[in-house]
């Protein structure tokens, strides 16, 4: 029997940070051995906030990098460049012309970003939904991983791949694909502030913890992380209240293949110093190694252009045949 297809993809727009490897690139390795895997670099989608191009070819290479040295392997894995995929834009014309205004309106998403970004409330930001919808269909996807911020636009993309199948009478011709939603995960939020989502593009680089720092950097940043001045707390019930608690045990957690229940039990009667430091440790032994993978790896772009280049080759044998039966 053929393996289940998943589809997936990280815009190519900066450092990347654990919240990126616990939320998806774990995930994206450990899926590997059983699923058919197409991972992109989603630079098409990168550029709704219009980016140098310099930066954006720089940052696609980086990320490149990044999945290589945290597991990706291009020898189970198809790796790719969404736009050296040109099918994908293709696609995306066809789907909005069968995807309703109302539809988009009602995306979360983009109301929440075109009321951070009033100067730049492109067209490309309202039909982002629809792009992505393009990435999943081409590839009969039957998983996609998303996280919250996701759910909705692969809703979407659901909504359109069975219209578009009812428009033309054609049973499954466009997959309808599943969610694959972590299990044991906690979502992953700022070390300044449990309420807001860890993010790379926040200021404070104190906020987070990059995939490239090294071993002091991280140290660092778990000593200044906020914490409260209650002791760690005795039951996963304490923790509702304690957000920046919660988030540094779920960080734990979620490193040590654990769960939020046993994380706690094992540093009860524990202060907030001890806990950290064994965080730090984790976080070191995990993080530590794709660090230095990476700057081993971008010392060898044509390595990282071949793969890129048989990606291509492979996601296009099968896009370009999609957009003709299309």
């Given at each position: ?27 994206w390795v450990n899926m ?146 599943e969610p694959l939603i ?109 660090s230095l993978e990476i ?32």
């Amino acid at each position: 029997m053929s393996k289940p297809i998943v589809l997936s993809g990280c815009q190519p727009s900066g450092e990347l940070t654990i919240g990126n490897y616990l939320g998806a690139l774990k995930q994206w390795v450990n899926m590997q051995p059983s699923h058919e895997c197409y991972y992109m670099l989603v630079d098409q989608h990168a550029i709704t906030v219009r980016p140098k191009a310099e930066d954006l070819r720089k940052a696609t290479l980086d990320g490149l990098a990044l999945y290589l040295a945290c597991g990706v392997d291009p020898a189970q894995s198809t790796i790719f460049i969404q736009s050296h995929v040109p099918e994908h834009a293709q696609l995306s014309w066809v789907l909005n012309c069968y995807t309703q205004m109302g539809e988009l309106n009602r995306m979360t998403q983009y109301k929440d970003k075109s009321q951070k970004s009033e100067a730049n409330m492109n067209s490309g930001l309202f039909t982002y939904p629809v792009l992505m919808a393009a990435d999943i269909l081409l590839y009969r996807a039957d998983k996609v991983p998303v996280g919250d911020d996701q759910k909705q636009h692969l809703e979407l993309c659901r909504d359109i791949a069975q219209k578009f199948n009812n428009d033309f009478e054609k049973e499954n011709f466009l997959q309808v694909p599943e969610p694959l939603i972590q299990k044991h995960f906690s979502r992953i939020m700022s070390l300044k502030d449990g309420s807001k989502k860890m993010s790379k593009s926040e200021i404070s680089d104190l906020s987070r913890i990059n995939l490239t720092d090294d071993k002091d950097q991280i140290i660092n940043k778990i000593k200044k992380a906020k914490t409260d001045p209650m002791p760690m707390p005795k039951t996963v019930s304490e923790l509702e209240e304690r957000l920046e608690a919660k988030n540094l045990i779920g960080i734990y957690a979620s490193l040590t293949n654990s769960n939020i229940e046993k994380s706690v039990e094992s540093f009860i009667g524990k202060n907030f110093s001890e806990f950290k430091e064994k965080l730090s440790e984790v976080l070191v032994d995990k993080i530590e190694p794709i660090s230095l993978e990476i700057k081993k790896l971008l010392n060898d772009q044509t390595y990282l252009n071949n793969i890129l280049q048989v990606g291509a080759e492979k996601a296009n044998s099968i896009a370009s045949k999609k957009i003709q039966n299309i």
